[in-house]
């Protein structure tokens, strides 16, 4: 078990990592804190700050900045000078693989969200809310339900992590052109699947949610009970779960 995991190995490791990465870290976070900055201030400009909005920009600056953070996590395994120091570590792959989930999945997400609720909290003040009570939005509230982004999360995360360890270059951009033939793909597919059970009726079937009918009455949805449906939140976990044992994997296939 020693030789698969140790955390006194794990440690020194996790050490030298932040000891060489810290200042690119840094600035990485004042680039972040100064885009969401950006974004927010347009916002601020051009109307109100309402929660809502606030809770939405949450959601796509995490998607946008983790996918593309990913993506570089395990450069290193692509430059041959890089790749032999890497491989050449006294730890095993299993620790070298934490390391670089712990920082981009845990590490970031706590990072971000607090950037992200920093500077919301500064642009809110800033803002004319025309006399209503100013109010940030909420990441529990179980009426937005903010805090289910992190599964999604998740999965875009195991997505973007296995590209960062099979591309050896250009990690992000094919990531993401895999990614969006695989989502054309799997939409067409459900659409025609669906259309062979539904019929001419059809006008709408996305994957994983209801589907939009037409008969003579109008249009209509039909969707599973709310009891079933919220089972879908766990689609995203499973797929995460799959794609970092496949990184993992991967990982273990590297050699000198």
């Known amino acids: ?3 698969l995991f140790s955390f006194s190995r794990f440690r020194r490791l996790f050490r030298r990592h932040t000891a060489e990465y810290l200042p690119s870290y840094a600035m990485a976070t004042a680039v972040l804190a100064g885009g969401i900055g950006l974004v927010l201030g347009f916002v601020v400009y051009l109307n109100v700050l309402a929660p809502t909005i606030q809770g939405m920009l949450f959601m796509l600056g995490l998607l946008a900045s983790g996918a ?3 993506a570089g996590i395990f450069a290193q395994y692509g430059a041959p000078k890089q790749a032999t120091v890497a491989l050449t570590l006294p730890a095993s792959q299993l620790e070298k693989y934490l390391v670089g989930w712990v920082y981009s999945f845990l590490i970031f997400s706590v990072v971000y969200t607090a950037c992200y609720y920093l500077v919301d909290w500064l642009m809110v003040g ?9 109010e940030l939005f909420s990441l529990f509230s179980s009426d937005h ?17 296995w590209g960062a360890i099979f591309f050896e270059k250009n990690h992000f951009i094919k990531t993401a052109f895999g990614a969006l033939i695989l989502a054309i793909v799997l939409v067409a597919a459900n659409y025609q699947v669906v259309k062979a059970f539904a019929g001419d009726k059809l006008q709408m079937a996305s994957p994983f949610s209801s589907i939009t009918l037409n008969d003579a009455t109008g249009f209509y949805r ?8 919220q089972w879908y939140i766990l689609l995203p976990l499973a797929l995460a779960a799959l794609l970092w044992r496949a990184t993992y994997l991967r990982l273990t296939e590297k050699q000198l």
């Open 1 to 3: 078990m020693s030789q």
């Open 68 to 70: 593309l953070f990913t």
């Open 126 to 134: 800033l803002d004319d809310w025309y006399g209503r009570p100013k």
């Open 145 to 161: 339900k903010v805090y289910e982004v992190f599964f999604y999360y998740a999965a875009l995360h195991a997505g973007a992590l």
């Open 222 to 229: 039909v969707s599973l009970p709310d009891a079933q449906a």
